[in-house]
């Protein structure tokens, strides 16, 4: 399943700017590469040495520039591992050696315990489901005959499990009954430390005691000022094990301590349910119930989780009832869809480019994931202010979508010359634009070869000698 090859004079993890677009090119191609584990993409050996489920997807459209087969591989190790009422769950834990240095492991999850889950152990929670939208622009981009017949018989096999997917999220996880999806738990939002669940997070017990049962494996390969607090993961850990407890149930509502409507998880579902209305059409399905269900995504958004006033989106705690007043970049993200109102589109717009986010058409830094005017900004820890690709990767799809072009142009140069100058880091400092997190990152190796896809592009591969 290699790549790439050849000399690395540029790698990720040095302070040496990649001097060109088609360097970076090959940069991004590498770590994708050096990232291959078993049978699968792993987002960082470094850090996150399993299978994650956003992940996957991100990674799969990068992929589909280079290595379409190996998209379509990882795509498939990913919804193998599917459970019988049809979530996805966001961690696979490698066949190999699943407790690899990774905590909350298989030993925490249990997964193998619970009815209709698969032997091979995952975690018991979800992420958000790009599957269905990387898996059309894998269709997409298969231009020749054979690519078309791959690409066809690999969506005739992961179209009715995409299906469960998404009819797992509207029907096991609409708690409030109002169309959207609620999140059980912090890490489902991808988001996981965002200031947009401080409030519902703070009414959970935080027991750090529990950090002298679970050790926190994550610290030994990171900086501890740069990862979520022991107070955000005693939490984070009473979350998931009260979860695991009740044998991943999800109704009723009030068996939650944590739940919360996120704006950027409810629209990538709605975008999602378009490229499944795509996709049914190859396979000789019926797109109509995806492009009825993606319309009531988004009017119910609108309903729940918009402020008329503000014209901003904002998460909901469900268990009070209340807006987040946090302006986070997940609030954004609903942009990518296509039929939200005109000023809807001109309110994310005014919150995207006010000095809070700095969107502009000359910008040097892309959005950073929380607002850049909060006195409790941190540049460097996590989502807490911190910049991340895919979330900027995202609401370029949007500006597209609605036809701000030179917003768009701008967004996509400002994210290339970001990883040419700091490489395929996990996420990057709010001002200064430092790598921060774990180096050789897939998803934002993956979104650069998207973003560089359109204009820099080798004739010919590069390969290792013998691959």
Known sequence: MSISSGTRSTR??????????EQLWHLAVDTLDDNWWYDHTVPSQALYPHQWSWDTGFTAIGLAHIAPDRAWHDLRTLFEAQWADGRVPHIVFSPRDGQRRYFPGPDFWQSTRVPGTPDHPTSGIVQPPVHAIAARELYRGATDAAGRERATYELT???????????YLSRCRNLAGDGLVCLVHPWESGQDNSPAWDAPLAAVPADTGLLETYRRVDLAVSVRSHRPTDVDYARYIRIAAEYRDGGYVDGPASRHPFLVQCPAFNAILG????????????VGADPSPHLRRAAEITRALLAHLYNPVRRTFHARDVRTGRHS????????????????????????????????????????????????????????????????????WLIWRGLRRHGRATLAAALRGSMIDLVRRSHCYEYFHTDSGEGIGAPEFSWTAALTLDLLASRVRPVVPRRRAGS
Not at 12 to 21: D, E, I, M, N, P
Not at 158 to 163: A, D, E, N, Q
Not at 275 to 281: D, F, H, Q, S, T
């Open 325 to 392: 007043p946090v302006r986070y970049v997940g609030a954004l993200v609903p942009l990518i869809l296509p039929d939200l109102p005109p000023d809807a589109v001109a309110g994310i717009l005014a919150e995207a480019t006010s000095p809070r986010f700095g969107l502009a058409e000359r910008m040097t830094l892309p959005l950073p994931s929380y607002d850049r005017t909060a006195p409790d900004l941190d540049p460097f820890r996590y989502w807490r202010g911190p910049i991340w690709i895919n979330m900027n």
């Open 12 to 21: 990720t993890g040095t302070r040496t700017a990649v001097s060109t677009l």
């Open 271 to 282: 975008e999602a349910e378009r490229a499944l209305a795509e996709i049914a059409e190859v």
């Open 157 to 167: 096999w992961l179209y009715p499990r995409l299906v469960a997917q998404h009819q």
